[in-house]
């Protein structure tokens, strides 16, 4: 049995309809922006045409959309990785005789989705998504990187938990999604949600696509803040 590498990737999570639908949108936004990294607009490392749609009335219907795809990848991907809530978060529930009980990774099989999906809203939520534009030839995320920085005051980069990916379209040369340590290169196809680890074990880059333009939607799936999980 090979070791896991915790880089999953869930087939057709989006149709190519819907997929297809996003990506004319997008070409038709007049809204779109220089790509950036954690410190700001670098080219050299990242080069893509973004939109950031979270805060936009009008992508609302995308969001939820992106977000409902995304959320059977991740039940998925709990009950193959239960660590990824009870190893960070020590859990703890009643049991059958109504005393509080410290959740172990046994338990994930036999949980029903309501269950497993109240305890994923309890601990988790997404992040805000961003539509980005590669150009054939031209656009990519060369740079070597993880999602974890420490350049925010608010400390909100340092809550995600999980990255993912949703490609929304193929029909290029490479283009893939490239991890370092894992040897592991995943090539874009329509509709496939790619979930992985966000810490610097999953350092990552985005090839550059030939004979034609990549576009992806992503974000991340972050923990709850402090005073979410324990109050105050």
Partial sequence: MSAADFIEVTPGALSPEACAAIVARLRGSGDLQPGQVGGGIYPELKRSRDLSIN?????????????????????????KYPQVLIAPL???QPGADGQLRRLVAEDFAGMDDAHLG???QTCLRPGAINLQWYTGGEGGYPYWHCELFPRDGSAET???HLLWTIYLNDGFDAGETEFLFQHRRIAPRTGDLLIAPTAFTHTHRGNMPLHGDKFIATS?????RAETLYGG
């Fill in 55 to 79: 805060d936009r009335a009008d992508w609302a219907d995308v969001v939820q959309q992106l977000n409902v795809a995304v959320y059977g990848g991740l039940m998925a991907y709990l009950r």
């Fill in 90 to 92: 020590m859990l703890q």
């Fill in 118 to 120: 109240s305890l994923l």
């Fill in 158 to 160: 340092l809550h995600r």
């Fill in 220 to 224: 991340w799936i972050l923990f709850q």
